[in-house]
């Protein structure tokens, strides 16, 4: 990845896999292109999860795995898990106690996870469950962070965790100095990736609430769907040959 120009951090349900014609056509034009393309999967699925729709769908391998919401990255050789950010997710983190305290909102339902390096929910009720379970776990000092995506799920993460903050440490340690890159989501947990101020896509098909994100000049709105979009958004950023790069 480190030798790599281009670079794509690319969300997987609803953003890079959903398409699959456009996501063939995005695949053979990276391939066709003079210079290799590094691939980022940053997704909200769980390793086991993320690795299931990777076969099933075929998908490339990608040159590094972010899962979980941000509170875990892997490394292409072998999913080594990169030690230093796990260490960093491990302080203050306290999952027994964010459960303890969501048990009083009957409306959350506690996922199934293999672990608890984070705790998320489903919602099934009314929105305001969401807004007093935050105030909660800020009344009670909880060191956290706290995501709400697709009207439906929400994911308490290690504070200082999520697919920006995530992205921005691997970018910073393994990425090439100056690589060209595009950032691509449709829901909620990619608000803050999407908000680092590098070139970035919303795309077609994005839920409601990235709608409401600031326009600013590296975010770009896409009118084609998932993997279409970061095609269409790939050609605005960088050109239909990247010799043309800005
Ligand atoms: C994915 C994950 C789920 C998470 C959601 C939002 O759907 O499977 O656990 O809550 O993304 O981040
Ligand atoms: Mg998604």
């Known amino acids: 990845m480190e030798n790599k120009k281009y670079l794509l951090a690319t969300?997987?349900?609803?953003?890079?896999?959903?398409?699959?014609e456009a996501l063939t056509k995005l695949l053979q034009f990276f391939?066709?292109?003079p210079d290799e393309v590094a691939l980022v999967y940053v997704t909200g699925r769980h390793l086991t999860s993320a690795q299931t729709l990777m076969s099933e769908e075929d998908l490339p391998s990608p040159d590094m795995l972010i899962t979980d919401v941000g509170t875990s990255i892997y490394h292409a050789d072998g999913l080594r898990e990169d030690p230093y950010w796990k260490a960093r997710m491990q302080k203050d983190w306290q999952p027994e106690r964010i459960v303890e305290i969501a048990s009083a909102f009957p409306s959350l339902n506690k996922q199934k996870l293999p672990d608890d390096r984070r705790v998320s929910f489903t919602l099934s009720g009314d929105v305001g469950a969401v807004?007093?379970?935050k105030k909660a776990l800020v009344d009670e000092s909880i060191?956290?962070?706290?995501?709400?995506?697709?009207?439906?799920?929400?994911?308490v993460l290690p504070l200082g965790a999520g697919k920006g903050n995530a992205l921005e440490y691997a970018l910073d340690r393994y990425a090439m100095n100056g690589v060209k890159l595009l950032i691509a989501g449709d829901s909620g947990n990619d608000w803050d990736m999407l908000s680092l101020g590098h070139p970035s896509v919303i795309v077609g098909n994005a839920q409601p609430e990235l709608l409401e994100m600031e326009p600013c000049e590296n975010?770009?709105?896409a009118n084609e769907k998932c993997a279409g979009g970061?095609?269409?958004a790939w050609v605005h950023f960088y050109g239909e040959h990247r010799q043309t790069v800005r």
């Open 143 to 155: 060191a956290h962070s706290f995501i709400f995506s697709s009207n439906r799920d929400i994911d």
């Open 131 to 133: 807004n007093e379970f």
């Open 230 to 232: 970061i095609h269409e």
């Open 11 to 20: 969300d997987l349900d609803g953003t890079f896999v959903g398409d699959q």
């Open 31 to 33: 391939k066709d292109s």
């Open 219 to 221: 975010l770009f709105h």
